[in-house]
């Protein structure tokens, strides 16, 4: 049990390093707006795609952490490194993160609970504990089929120098303003963004499954993240590739992911059908009732 707890008994240790970045990473946010163009919005918006959406949604929730999907390896490499462009930890402690967090969901050991506190939930985890970069022991008991990969390994350890070298570009390209927004504005409301996951859609929404926990469908949420924020969809069948489950239900991602499907580039789709599993109880109801 003690991997499992890193995060909530470790609470009392303040990660300084990760307190000073997020606190000057809002302060240059802000600054962002004094210098809008087109061409830095488009960074921005390319950058919360290419990172957002590929790189988490797609690759550090659906593919690594659920295999949901398979895919070559060179593309789950290119999904993972466009993860790291998120900030939002390595791919090891990430999934590490998330696995442990459906393990324990709205338990004691759930790393970012509403039932710790909305501010824990949506912000506070990330200043206390582990759960950010997680230890040798924690990933090697959670994420045993990506531990010793070799690639993944780098990613996780250097998971911050894609960053690095994206902003350096963007500033040869479009100056400091075009980074301030492809890389701090982009960054901070792609944390927030994701974020609102693990404390609004568990506490606000409705609920099409009677799950053990708190999770709730969001639609705001889900729109701001890309398919993320069917929440309660994706707890009730969290290796389901596909998330919305109504024509109502946008899923960006699984569109995305179905794209990939008809490509060639993605097999082994999993998707949960919520007609499918209505027509199978329907008989096996109709079998009870006949045998009667």
Not at 65 to 73: A, D, E, L, Q, Y
Not at 110 to 120: A, C, I, K
Not at 210 to 225: C, F, K, P, Q, Y
Request: aromatic share 14%; with cysteine.
């Amino acid at each position: 049990m003690g991997a499992t707890i890193s995060n909530r008994a470790s609470a009392d240790s303040l990660n300084l390093t990760t307190l000073f970045f997020v606190v000057v990473f809002h302060i240059l946010a802000v600054g962002a707006f004094f210098t809008f163009s087109w061409q830095n919005l488009a960074a921005f918006l390319i950058l919360w795609w290419v990172s957002g959406s590929l790189g988490i949604g797609l690759g550090y929730h659906r593919l690594l952490t659920h295999r949901g999907f398979k895919v070559p390896k060179w593309l789950e490499y290119t999904l993972s490194l466009f993860g790291t462009l998120a900030l939002q930890s390595g791919p090891l402690s990430w999934v590490s993160t998330h696995r442990i967090h459906h393990a324990f969901t709205d338990q004691e050991n759930d790393p970012h609970s509403p039932r710790h506190g909305t501010y824990w939930a949506h912000i506070g985890w990330i200043f206390r504990g582990t759960s950010q970069n997680q230890t040798e022991e924690t990933m090697r008991r959670y994420c045993p089929d990506m531990i010793d990969d070799k690639v993944h390994r780098v990613l996780n350890r250097f998971y911050w120098v894609p960053t690095v070298l994206v902003g350096v570009g963007l500033y040869a390209i479009g100056g400091f303003g075009m980074m301030l927004w492809g890389i701090f504005l982009r960054t901070v409301m792609g944390w927030h963004f994701t974020w609102l996951v693990n404390s609004a859609t568990h506490l606000w929404g409705s609920r099409r499954f009677e799950t053990r926990d708190d999770s709730r469908n969001n639609g705001l949420v889900a729109a701001l993240s890309w398919g993320e924020g069917w929440h309660n969809n994706h707890h009730a069948h969290p290796r389901s590739a596909k998330h919305g489950l109504a024509w109502y239900e946008i899923d960006i991602n699984w569109m995305q992911l179905r794209v990939l499907e008809m490509v060639g580039l993605a097999k082994d789709v999993y998707a949960y059908d919520a007609k499918k599993q209505e027509e199978r109880k329907q008989v096996k109801l109709d079998a009870v009732t006949d045998a009667a």
